[in-house]
């Protein structure tokens, strides 16, 4: 199981730092069902200030 931070996740939806989001993507496109990532509780419910 990967864990997905936010940096990951911010870094594919805003698309602001070219490297980081093909990162991003690649590691998004790789996951599987037998490789599944995983969102903390505490990044999908992160506050923005």
């Known amino acids: 199981m990967i864990a997905?931070?936010?940096?990951?996740l911010v870094?594919?939806?805003v698309r602001d730092d070219?490297?980081?989001?093909?990162?991003?993507?690649?590691l998004l496109e790789s996951l599987t069902a037998e490789?599944?990532?995983y969102i903390c509780r505490e990044v999908?419910?992160?506050k923005c200030p």
């Open 11 to 13: 870094r594919y939806l």
């Open 35 to 37: 490789r599944p990532g």
């Open 18 to 26: 070219v490297q980081q989001a093909e990162a991003a993507r690649a």
């Open 44 to 46: 999908s419910s992160s």
């Open 4 to 8: 997905l931070d936010t940096n990951v």
